[in-house]
DNA sequence: ATGAAAGCGCTAACAA
DNA sequence: TTGTTAGCGCTTTCAT
């Protein structure tokens, strides 16, 4: 059907390792490159990947395993990725596991069947247990946004816990001492971290924590109307609430219209993620921005990193560490990047006391 | 390096035949297939797919072009697909093309030389250029949303031309007689769909289309927040505005605020998709809603036919056509979906009038 | 039911 | 520089 290498050799009189290093950057007469040429044309030839990846023992192909592909988080750094992955002729397979970790453990043996030449994963199962079988291959697996014990390998995290404190101690700043949190799953690994930032800043404070104005959410939105309801009903001296996640903050949203709370005067907000949506809330939400765009970048750039070694042209750039990505290595030479967050600040924290403008 | 079906052939003395046998389906003897499974077990053998897919010439793997992956009906879309096409064990390799119709066709052609089984596009050349080398290939070709007049192929559409009527006769039904809209750009298909709704209803009502009242916006939020500052500005007397796709609608709830102006007794909004979104707003949107996830079964289901053909589980659900789906096929045997769409109703509609409930 | 062998389209080692 | 050939891991006749 599709024309081979071995039609474009028939048709030029070559023979097929002479098509082959035309293909492969080798020298080639260039009277017969000019016959290679047309004949591609004429024939319409595409190189068959998958052919040489039997032989090659390498498909360019990334596997990429998410909890949700419409967290608005995963989905801006699977777009990084992917722009940044074509560019070096790998595609992308990405993978939905519905936040589910069995169909996480089957993603991860689906791409391993399509023997992707490597992983990119934001973990469900925090043990790490679907990617063992993947680690064996040698293949390298990088990790986003959660860390796992057992599993050494790269990772691209963002520094949750100083997110957290930078949106609590805006609200102590601004005179709040009731400060309620929607949280994430508290096996989460993101979740957890951004609960410790907001002991941390109370205990800065010396404010003492209450129970009742923690809600541990399950990161939808769904869950973000619930996570403001049940605050709003537990807790009437309550003067401000810190969603952990884009989803449960547009549920937060969506709770504090239905309920016909007026913000930033009877309620305080402090969302996170997606500075679109931040803006078309009345007022202005304020909250905290996490450099998906970046976390992209460096993803791509480690992957290809360890795929092409100190062939990937970006290798110099390795060197270069912006102010805010702290990166390390672990002993067994792995990379750990934590990237910093930033504070977008709108109308919807009231300032209670003589506070700063 | 990984486990073939040599080894497992060694292991258990039996020859390469009998393995391949028993991974597709074929007669193998009790005593066998144990021993198989054993050795499989053992070795951690997992089907290499890109040795399987060089000999059986069918990757498994399905192209998607879009044209923007943050655009939520595609993102939507996507994620319906992928879940049913994995299912089936189809990988999905998803480009966004950034609505880029020199990337779209390199984007397609990334996918030919991965020789994927099979393309699902939301076409941003409306000549459909960037297709025709695949349509060569005798694979099967879907399109989402957009019809191209040079490319016989199965399309799933959307009944846009209703719809923007829908919202349109709503407006007029509740008083409005000076109505906006923040259309698409006018080579994109939907973009002309939406438009001609607009304009029948207008005719349907017999008001004249003023053009002061059309904003040709380029379906982003920044387009939607530019589209409602210029109507405004052009129209002292318009009541309502209606907005053709999800992004320019947060675009001009962006603007909205950002104007300072009230809704709905300042100005009465109609929007499109995204009903979380809508919900978020204050008061909550009224709008035209999408059925992406029908679309998504609808794509994945008919590209598994062609696929498969018969021997898909599928095969008989072809024939229950649900009322809100419209389905024929064109002389060359492909077939034209066109879904309806749905208004759900909010509060950002002011009833100016004497009018219904 | 099972085995032997050819071949999918490519790369790479070797020879010329 | 170019041609010949083996083989990547699998499926698929064709024998047995």
Do not use: W
Not at 276 to 294: G, I
Request: proline share 3%; hydrophobic share 40%; aromatic share 4%.
């Amino acid at each position: 059907m599709a024309a081979t290498m071995k039609d474009i050799a028939r048709r030029t009189g070559l023979g097929l390792a002479t098509i082959s290093s035309y293909f492969n950057g080798g020298n080639v007469r260039e009277k017969n490159r000019k016959k290679i040429e047309e004949a591609i044309e004429e024939l319409h030839y595409e190189v068959n990947e998958v052919a040489r990846g039997l032989k090659t023992n390498a498909t360019k192909t990334i596997g990429v395993v998410i909890p949700e592909l419409d967290m608005i988080f995963c989905t801006e750094i699977i777009i990084g990725m992917e722009d940044i992955l074509r560019n070096h002729g790998y595609a992308t397979i990405v993978c939905d596991c519905r936040t589910d970790k069995l169909l996480e453990k089957e993603a991860v043996e689906f791409l391993m069947r399509k023997r992707v030449d490597g992983i990119i994963n934001m973990p469900v199962d925090s043990a790490g247990n679907h990617l063992k079988a993947f680690q064996r291959t040698g293949k390298p697996i990088i990790l986003i946004d959660r860390m796992i014990q057992d599993i050494s390998c790269d990772c691209v995290l963002v520094d949750n816990e100083q997110a957290a404190m930078d949106a609590v101690e805006l609200l102590f700043a601004n005179g709040h001492r009731s400060i309620g949190i929607i949280g994430g799953p508290s096996d989460v690994f993101t979740a957890q971290e951004r609960m410790a930032g907001y002991f941390k800043a109370h205990q800065k404070h010396g404010v003492a924590v209450e129970n009742a104005l923690i809600y541990h959410g399950d990161y939808t939105i769904q869950g973000g109307v619930r996570g403001i309801e049940e605050l709003v009903k537990r807790n009437p001296q309550m003067t401000a609430v810190f969603v952990t996640n884009y989803e449960m903050t547009m549920g937060a949203v969506i709770g504090v219209n239905e309920l016909g709370i007026h913000l930033p005067d009877e309620l305080s907000l402090i969302g996170f993620d997606n500075l679109q949506f931040a803006r078309a809330c009345n007022p202005k939400l304020t909250l905290v921005s996490q450099p998906t765009d970046r976390i992209a970048k460096e993803v791509a750039r480690i992957m290809l990193d360890r795929l092409e070694g100190s062939r990937s042209d970006e290798q110099q750039e390795s060197g270069n560490v912006p102010g805010n990505i702290r990166r390390h290595r672990t002993s067994d030479g792995h990379i750990i990047e934590k990237l910093q967050t930033e504070m977008i600040l709108g109308k919807s924290v009231a300032c209670l006391a003589k506070c700063m403008p």
